[in-house]
């Protein structure tokens, strides 16, 4: 199997995983395992692990553009939305708890709990606590129902709760959908605040990781980045719209199953 189509399938795995809560890094690692780029230096996978989620963040940017782009265009020229900065303000205060405390303990985290025994807890672990979460708001009214609708302490309290995404496993999603609906917002405000969330995180994720690999990419490395990249942008597209369809009447109970079970084969089999 050539690099190429081994780079469609990582892609097509970013791309469907990093929005669902389940663990993209679980998923990868069960990839990874099976699937190696061959030629490549042995910097080139942790780099192009975390850079091809820009691809996914790209395609969240595009759908929800008008909702995150203060400048419109009307009748008077050019004018600012003051909401739509009062909602970027939010997002960016979100953000904020986990970027801090990745500057500190990133490389603590990669070295002593970037394991498949980590990763496989981490699922287990949420997967209980999504599913005593969705018992828990069965029968609650949520204060929150559209992302936009959320204050300032709210996006804080979800912000502390992606700190813990950056224990593998746990997911950047689970989290901060886990912490919404646990902080009053709807399921499907919180899927939504969470997409919005990924933007500056993950962006600013994948910049670090260019920097650290000091962009010296060969030219094979290039396109098999350039393949994963696209290939995790179309497949966002295609799973964010189906998942926004999904929790309009569903739970997250079944991610919460599924994660159980993901976890329980990571132990078993011990991927690596």
């Not at 990093?18 to 990868?28: C, K, M, Q, R, Y």
């Not at 395609?59 to 003051?82: D, H, Y």
């Not at 980590?118 to 949420?126: D, E, N, P, Q, S």
């Amino acid at each position: 199997m050539n690099n190429i189509f081994k780079s469609v399938i990582f892609g097509i795995i970013e791309g469907i995983t990093e929005w669902l809560p389940v663990s993209s890094t679980g998923h990868l690692i069960i990839a990874e395992s099976f699937l190696h780029f061959d030629g490549t230096s042995p910097q080139f996978y942790p780099a192009y692990s975390v850079i091809i989620q820009l691809g996914a963040v790209l395609s969240v940017a595009v759908m929800f553009f008008k909702r995150i782009f203060p400048l419109t265009k009307g009748t008077e020229g050019i004018s600012l939305q003051k909401s739509i900065i009062t909602f970027d303000l939010k997002i960016a205060l979100g953000c904020i708890p986990a970027a801090v405390a990745g500057l500190f303990l990133d490389e603590i985290i990669e070295k002593r709990f970037y394991s498949c025994k980590t990763v496989a807890m981490g699922l287990i672990i949420y997967g209980v606590l999504f599913i005593i979460v969705e018992r828990f708001k069965k029968d609650s009214n949520s204060k929150i129902t559209t992302a936009e609708e959320i204050d300032f302490l709210t996006a804080l309290k979800v912000g502390i709760f992606q700190i813990l995404s950056l224990i593998p496993g746990t997911s950047r999603s689970g989290s901060t959908v886990m912490g919404g609906m646990i902080s009053g917002m709807s399921r499907f405000a919180a899927a939504e605040y969470s997409f919005f969330m990924a933007i500056p995180i993950m962006a600013g994720a994948s910049l670090v990781k260019a920097v650290d690999f000091g962009f010296n990419f060969t030219f094979e490395e290039c396109v098999i980045l350039f393949v994963g990249f696209a290939t995790s942008f179309v497949v966002s597209v295609f799973t964010v719209s189906r998942l926004m369809n999904f929790v309009k009447s569903k739970t997250f109970t079944s991610f919460g199953v599924y994660r159980i079970l993901l976890g329980a084969v990571l132990l078993i089999f011990d991927f690596q």
